[in-house]
Nanobody, 120 residues
């Protein structure tokens, strides 16, 4: 069974840091592009960051560039999101996404999300 399980969320003060983890199982993790998304309260889901299957290329949304770092460990089937200088606008449910598009099949897997709340 395909599973993506996020962890590491919580309550932090503005300026604080958190590291989110995404544990993957049930699929060929090292052939998938990994992404992080978030959904702020009352808003639509938004893209945060992506990393290619072997970790060679990383891209970020402008809203988090310079503050967040996406990474992966293919030996452990895990992806990570290191977040620094967190601000109240970063408050959201954060989701891990695994994506692969082949010539005949698309794969798009999602975790259940982990809550990040930034407040003083």
């Amino acid at each position: 069974q395909v599973q993506l399980v996020e962890s590491g969320g919580g309550l932090v003060q503005p300026g604080g840091s958190l590291k989110l983890s995404c544990a993957a199982s049930g699929f060929a993790f090292n052939t998938f592009k990994m992404r992080w998304y978030r959904r702020p309260p009352g808003k639509e889901r938004e893209f945060i960051a992506t990393i290619t299957d072997q970790g060679g290329t990383r891209m970020y949304a402008d809203s988090v560039k310079g503050r967040f770092t996406i990474s992966r460990d293919n030996h452990k089937n895990m992806a990570f999101l290191e977040m620094t200088n967190l601000q109240p606008d970063d408050t959201a449910v954060y989701y891990c996404n695994a994506f692969k598009s082949s010539s005949r099949d698309d794969y798009d897997y999602w975790g259940q999300g982990t809550q990040v709340t930034v407040s003083s």
